[in-house]
């Protein structure tokens, strides 16, 4: 995202960016995820998924099962995903936000950075 960003802003001039650039990679982004929902659909199950869906040993309730049996792991999930959802927030958006509105350095050059 922050590669899209910086070539977007390198290469149209800010009033373009300000006026519609900027839903270029949102654009890109459904195109991915259009792309990536036909790949899933394509796929086929694995033989043990199947061999467990035809012989009824599938769980009714696997959301609830998980929690009850494994929520330390969850919570251990979780937490490790939240330290990483902050340090990448914090290195890759509020640091060229304060790169471009404190420091007064260009965004596209602090999206390259």
Same mark, same amino acid.
């Given at each position: 995202?922050? *590669?899209? *960003? ?77 330290? *990483? ?24 050059? *602090?999206?390259?950075?």
């Amino acid at each position: 995202g922050s *590669a899209i *960003a910086s070539l977007i802003t390198n290469i149209l001039p800010k009033e373009a960016v300000d006026d519609w650039g900027w839903r270029i990679a949102f654009l890109l982004g459904i195109a991915l995820g259009l792309f990536g929902l036909y790949l899933r659909i394509g796929l086929e199950e694995p033989p043990e998924f199947e061999m467990l869906k035809e012989s009824g040993g599938l769980s009714k309730t696997p959301i609830r099962e998980a929690f009850r049996n494994y929520w330390r792991q969850i919570l251990t999930v979780t937490g490790a995903t939240v330290v *990483a959802a902050v340090n990448f927030y914090l290195i890759f958006v509020y640091l060229t936000t304060y790169l471009s509105t404190e420091t007064h350095v260009l965004l596209s050059s *602090a999206l390259d950075i």
